[in-house]
Each structure stands twice: as structure tokens, then as C-alpha cells.
Nanobody, 116 residues
């Protein structure tokens, strides 16, 4: 079955960096675009970035442009989210997801807290 397991979250101070990972299994990872979403307390889940199956193309939310970088390693079935210059408003649970023909699958999420 499809499994997505995020890791790498934590508590950091404003301006610091984190690298999130999402390990995928149960499907042919190299065939699917992957996305990162986040959900802050009291807010709706929002798209952060999508990366195509090959990794050649990406699409970032305005809030992530210039600070976040998505990448993937198809040999390791893993997608990454490098987050730099973190701000308190980046505090959220971060999820990776894959959309397939009849279903979208989500990981359990990893908490990112940016606070001084």
C-alpha cells in the first residue's frame, strides 16, 4: 500500500533552516509528481510546492518562493523540502502528498515550529 513518511520537522528560531524528507513506498515513485502542503493552526491546508516526476519542473506558492527548495531522489524514493530563512508564519504541520488517478495519499505530517 502507498505510504508516505515525513521527517525532519522541529523547533527552530526565525532565520534558521530545516530540511524535511518524505520517504515513499508502495508505488512507482518516479512516475508521480509530489507535493508538499502545510496546515497552520486554525487555517486551511495550503499547497507549498509541487515537483514533477522527473524533478525538472517545480511550482512554488508565493510564500515559499526564494526561501524553500524542493528536490527529489527517485533512486531513494524520497522528496525533500529545504526551508531557509524560516519565519514564525511558517509554523505548521507539513505534509507530503501524491495524487493518483483515483486517490490522493498523504503522510502523517511533521511539525515545524518557528519561534524565538
Amino acid at each position: 500500500q502507498v505510504q508516505l513518511v515525513e521527517s525532519g520537522g522541529g523547533l527552530v528560531q526565525p532565520g534558521e533552516s530545516l530540511r524535511l524528507s518524505c520517504a515513499a513506498s508502495g508505488f512507482t515513485f518516479s512516475l508521480y509528481a509530489m507535493s508538499w502542503y502545510r496546515q497552520a493552526p486554525g487555517k486551511e491546508r495550503e499547497l507549498v510546492v509541487t515537483i514533477t516526476s522527473s524533478g525538472v519542473s517545480t511550482n512554488y506558492a508565493d510564500s515559499a518562493k526564494g526561501r524553500f527548495t524542493v528536490s527529489r531522489d527517485n533512486a531513494k524514493n524520497t522528496v525533500y523540502l529545504q526551508m531557509n530563512s524560516l519565519k514564525p508564519e511558517d509554523t505548521a504541520v507539513y505534509y507530503c502528498t501524491v495524487a493518483m488517478r483515483f486517490n490522493a495519499y498523504w503522510g502523517q505530517g511533521t511539525q515545524v515550529t518557528v519561534s524565538s
